[in-house]
């Protein structure tokens, strides 16, 4: 509406609202958010997902993670994706892992 009224009036109402919002994201630092991404990554592979790097396969990424207990063939079909076929950096595949059964 304050466009039909005057550009510049809203393109200065527009402006304090991306003001606003960067200096709510201003605090974080980069190494914060380093510290977050890998978190997260810990998080996902705790959780039986594991990010995979850029072009690698199902094969490699198992080779690298050394803890799942399907095999690639079957993490295709659980993932919806072709086994041999190269992932894209940060694609999570779902794994499973083997742990014994602990009743809660």
């Not at 200065?12 to 960067?22: E, F, H, P, Q, R």
């Not at 086994?83 to 742990?99: D, F």
Request: no cysteine; proline share 7%; charged share 20%.
């Amino acid at each position: 509406m304050t466009g039909i009224v005057s550009p510049t009036l809203s393109d200065v109402v527009g402006g304090i609202g991306g003001l606003a919002g960067a200096l709510v994201v201003a605090p974080y630092s980069r190494g914060q958010e380093h510290e977050a991404d890998r978190l997260g990554q810990e998080f996902a592979a705790e959780a039986g997902w594991i990010a995979a790097l850029d072009g690698e396969t199902l094969a490699q990424l198992f080779d690298r993670a050394d803890a799942t207990a399907w095999d690639p063939d079957m993490a295709a079909v659980a993932n919806g994706v072709v086994a041999s076929a190269p992932l894209p950096r940060g694609q999570l595949v779902k794994v499973a892992r083997s742990e014994p059964y602990r009743p809660r």
